[in-house]
Protein backbone atom coordinates (compact mmCIF):
# COMPACT_ATOMS: atom_id res chain seq x y z
CA UNK A 1 0.00 0.00 0.00
CA UNK A 2 0.84 3.65 -0.67
CA UNK A 3 3.23 5.02 2.63
CA UNK A 4 5.18 8.08 2.59
CA UNK A 5 7.89 9.09 4.71
CA UNK A 6 9.70 12.71 5.70
CA UNK A 7 13.27 12.99 5.71
CA UNK A 8 15.60 15.88 6.58
CA UNK A 9 17.53 17.45 9.35
CA UNK A 10 16.18 17.79 12.96
CA UNK A 11 17.78 21.10 13.27
CA UNK A 12 18.07 24.20 11.83
CA UNK A 13 19.54 27.41 13.08
CA UNK A 14 17.71 30.37 13.10
CA UNK A 15 17.36 32.58 9.98
CA UNK A 16 18.54 29.49 7.55
CA UNK A 17 16.26 27.35 5.67
CA UNK A 18 14.43 24.15 6.32
CA UNK A 19 14.90 21.85 3.84
CA UNK A 20 12.24 18.69 4.19
CA UNK A 21 10.92 16.26 1.51
CA UNK A 22 8.71 13.38 1.41
CA UNK A 23 9.63 10.25 -0.29
CA UNK A 24 5.95 8.40 -1.64
CA UNK A 25 5.92 4.96 -2.19
CA UNK A 26 3.99 1.78 -2.95
CA UNK A 27 1.89 3.72 -5.00
CA UNK A 28 2.21 6.94 -8.24
CA UNK A 29 2.52 10.29 -6.91
CA UNK A 30 1.15 11.33 -10.41
CA UNK A 31 -2.15 9.53 -10.39
CA UNK A 32 -5.60 9.81 -9.02
CA UNK A 33 -5.65 13.40 -8.98
CA UNK A 34 -4.71 14.03 -5.48
CA UNK A 35 -2.38 17.02 -4.06
CA UNK A 36 0.27 16.39 -1.67
CA UNK A 37 0.92 18.43 1.37
CA UNK A 38 2.35 19.59 4.90
CA UNK A 39 0.62 19.78 7.99
CA UNK A 40 2.81 21.17 10.81
CA UNK A 41 2.28 20.73 14.91
CA UNK A 42 4.20 22.38 17.49
CA UNK A 43 4.18 20.98 20.93
CA UNK A 44 1.30 20.35 22.70
CA UNK A 45 -0.82 22.31 19.88
CA UNK A 46 -3.41 21.79 17.12
CA UNK A 47 -2.65 21.13 13.40
CA UNK A 48 -2.05 23.86 10.55
CA UNK A 49 -1.36 23.38 7.06
CA UNK A 50 1.57 24.67 5.59
CA UNK A 51 0.57 24.37 2.15
CA UNK A 52 -0.19 21.91 -0.92
CA UNK A 53 0.63 20.96 -4.50
CA UNK A 54 -0.77 18.99 -7.56
CA UNK A 55 0.67 16.82 -9.68
CA UNK A 56 0.74 19.50 -12.62
CA UNK A 57 3.08 21.43 -9.93
CA UNK A 58 0.55 24.24 -8.54
CA UNK A 59 0.43 24.90 -4.98
CA UNK A 60 -1.27 26.78 -2.47
CA UNK A 61 0.33 28.09 0.18
CA UNK A 62 -0.92 29.55 3.67
CA UNK A 63 -1.47 32.94 3.65
CA UNK A 64 0.64 32.92 6.81
CA UNK A 65 4.29 31.74 5.32
CA UNK A 66 3.42 32.25 1.86
CA UNK A 67 6.62 34.82 1.82
CA UNK A 68 8.94 32.38 2.96
CA UNK A 69 7.67 28.69 1.58
CA UNK A 70 8.26 26.21 -1.33
CA UNK A 71 6.68 23.45 -1.93
CA UNK A 72 7.57 21.57 -5.26
CA UNK A 73 6.80 17.96 -6.64
CA UNK A 74 9.64 15.35 -8.14
CA UNK A 75 7.40 12.30 -9.91
CA UNK A 76 10.65 11.07 -11.09
CA UNK A 77 11.61 10.72 -7.50
CA UNK A 78 8.48 10.17 -6.24
CA UNK A 79 8.77 12.88 -3.96
CA UNK A 80 7.97 16.21 -3.04
CA UNK A 81 9.61 18.80 -0.78
CA UNK A 82 9.46 21.67 1.48
CA UNK A 83 11.20 24.94 2.03
CA UNK A 84 10.98 26.80 4.44
CA UNK A 85 13.22 29.96 4.71
CA UNK A 86 14.06 32.41 7.42
CA UNK A 87 13.23 30.13 10.44
CA UNK A 88 12.31 31.41 14.00
CA UNK A 89 11.88 29.48 16.61
CA UNK A 90 8.38 29.82 15.95
CA UNK A 91 8.49 27.09 13.39
CA UNK A 92 9.54 24.60 16.03
CA UNK A 93 7.07 21.48 14.98
CA UNK A 94 6.58 18.23 14.15
CA UNK A 95 6.24 18.29 10.24
CA UNK A 96 4.13 15.52 8.19
CA UNK A 97 3.55 14.89 4.90
CA UNK A 98 0.19 14.18 3.78
CA UNK A 99 -1.57 12.90 0.91
CA UNK A 100 -5.29 15.06 -0.04
CA UNK A 101 -8.03 14.42 -1.69
CA UNK A 102 -9.47 17.71 0.30
CA UNK A 103 -9.17 15.29 3.38
CA UNK A 104 -6.08 14.30 4.23
CA UNK A 105 -6.67 10.26 4.02
CA UNK A 106 -2.91 9.51 3.90
CA UNK A 107 -0.04 11.00 6.61
CA UNK A 108 3.50 10.37 7.13
CA UNK A 109 4.61 9.90 10.68
CA UNK A 110 6.23 12.88 11.33
CA UNK A 111 9.24 14.47 11.10
CA UNK A 112 10.67 16.76 14.15
CA UNK A 113 12.81 19.90 13.25
CA UNK A 114 13.48 22.27 15.48
CA UNK A 115 14.93 25.90 15.13
CA UNK A 116 17.46 26.46 17.73
CA UNK B 1 -10.04 32.69 5.40
CA UNK B 2 -11.99 29.99 6.78
CA UNK B 3 -11.95 29.56 10.43
CA UNK B 4 -12.89 26.71 12.17
CA UNK B 5 -13.69 26.40 15.94
CA UNK B 6 -14.30 23.41 17.99
CA UNK B 7 -16.21 22.94 21.52
CA UNK B 8 -15.56 21.70 23.62
CA UNK B 9 -11.50 21.69 23.75
CA UNK B 10 -11.64 19.37 26.55
CA UNK B 11 -14.30 16.81 27.43
CA UNK B 12 -13.86 14.31 30.14
CA UNK B 13 -15.73 11.48 29.93
CA UNK B 14 -16.19 7.69 30.53
CA UNK B 15 -16.59 4.43 29.01
CA UNK B 16 -19.60 3.52 27.70
CA UNK B 17 -21.03 7.52 27.11
CA UNK B 18 -22.43 9.14 24.15
CA UNK B 19 -20.01 11.86 23.10
CA UNK B 20 -20.58 14.64 20.79
CA UNK B 21 -17.97 17.51 19.32
CA UNK B 22 -18.88 20.58 17.54
CA UNK B 23 -17.31 22.24 14.90
CA UNK B 24 -18.71 25.55 13.51
CA UNK B 25 -17.34 27.57 10.45
CA UNK B 26 -16.68 31.22 9.99
CA UNK B 27 -18.85 30.94 6.64
CA UNK B 28 -20.65 28.49 4.35
CA UNK B 29 -18.66 25.03 3.53
CA UNK B 30 -21.30 22.98 2.48
CA UNK B 31 -20.42 19.69 3.47
CA UNK B 32 -16.61 19.47 3.02
CA UNK B 33 -15.62 18.61 6.42
CA UNK B 34 -13.55 16.17 7.66
CA UNK B 35 -13.01 14.67 10.76
CA UNK B 36 -10.22 12.92 12.42
CA UNK B 37 -8.28 11.04 15.39
CA UNK B 38 -4.85 11.74 16.95
CA UNK B 39 -3.07 10.02 19.61
CA UNK B 40 0.51 10.99 21.50
CA UNK B 41 3.08 10.64 18.96
CA UNK B 42 1.24 9.63 16.37
CA UNK B 43 -0.62 11.39 13.07
CA UNK B 44 -4.00 12.34 12.64
CA UNK B 45 -5.84 9.22 11.00
CA UNK B 46 -9.24 10.47 9.07
CA UNK B 47 -12.32 9.53 10.46
CA UNK B 48 -14.90 10.81 8.34
CA UNK B 49 -15.30 12.92 5.52
CA UNK B 50 -17.72 15.15 3.71
CA UNK B 51 -19.34 15.72 6.77
CA UNK B 52 -20.70 12.01 7.47
CA UNK B 53 -19.26 9.29 5.65
CA UNK B 54 -17.05 6.87 7.45
CA UNK B 55 -13.79 6.14 5.71
CA UNK B 56 -13.23 2.39 5.25
CA UNK B 57 -11.94 0.66 8.86
CA UNK B 58 -13.21 3.03 11.17
CA UNK B 59 -16.01 1.65 13.44
CA UNK B 60 -19.17 2.30 12.86
CA UNK B 61 -19.97 4.16 16.49
CA UNK B 62 -18.68 7.00 14.99
CA UNK B 63 -20.84 9.52 13.12
CA UNK B 64 -20.87 12.67 11.47
CA UNK B 65 -23.61 15.17 11.02
CA UNK B 66 -23.98 18.68 9.65
CA UNK B 67 -23.64 21.24 6.91
CA UNK B 68 -23.41 24.95 6.02
CA UNK B 69 -21.69 26.30 9.48
CA UNK B 70 -22.57 23.52 12.11
CA UNK B 71 -21.02 20.23 12.16
CA UNK B 72 -20.93 17.11 14.78
CA UNK B 73 -19.17 13.98 15.70
CA UNK B 74 -20.38 11.49 17.65
CA UNK B 75 -18.78 8.58 19.61
CA UNK B 76 -22.38 6.61 20.55
CA UNK B 77 -20.27 4.32 23.29
CA UNK B 78 -17.11 5.53 24.18
CA UNK B 79 -14.20 2.67 24.14
CA UNK B 80 -10.99 2.69 25.95
CA UNK B 81 -9.05 3.40 22.50
CA UNK B 82 -10.99 6.31 21.76
CA UNK B 83 -9.77 8.51 24.35
CA UNK B 84 -7.37 11.34 22.04
CA UNK B 85 -7.67 14.47 20.75
CA UNK B 86 -10.20 15.01 17.42
CA UNK B 87 -9.72 17.59 14.67
CA UNK B 88 -12.42 18.69 12.23
CA UNK B 89 -10.71 20.02 8.93
CA UNK B 90 -13.37 22.28 6.10
CA UNK B 91 -12.02 21.70 2.59
CA UNK B 92 -14.37 24.32 0.89
CA UNK B 93 -11.81 26.90 0.24
CA UNK B 94 -8.32 25.55 0.84
CA UNK B 95 -7.93 23.53 4.70
CA UNK B 96 -7.93 24.51 7.49
CA UNK B 97 -8.11 22.33 11.10
CA UNK B 98 -10.12 23.43 14.24
CA UNK B 99 -7.88 23.93 17.27
CA UNK B 100 -9.00 20.03 18.48
CA UNK B 101 -10.94 18.42 21.61
CA UNK B 102 -9.53 16.50 23.68
CA UNK B 103 -11.34 13.35 24.84
CA UNK B 104 -9.75 12.65 28.30
CA UNK B 105 -11.13 9.99 31.25
CA UNK B 106 -13.50 11.19 33.71
Known amino acids: QVQLQESGPGLVKPSQTLSLTCTVS??????????WSWVRQPAGRGLECIGR???????NYNPSLASRLTISLDTSKSQFSLRLTSVTAADTAVYYC?????????WGRGTLVTVS | DIQMTQSPSTLSASVGDRVTITCRAS??????LAWYQQKPGKAPNLLIYKASTLESGVPSRFSGSGSGTEFTLTISSLQPDDFATYYC????????FGGGTKVEIK
Open chain 1, 98 to 106: ARVRGYFDL
Open chain 1, 53 to 59: VDTSGNT
Open chain 2, 27 to 32: QSISRW
Open chain 2, 89 to 96: QQYNIYLT
Open chain 1, 26 to 35: GGSISGGGYY
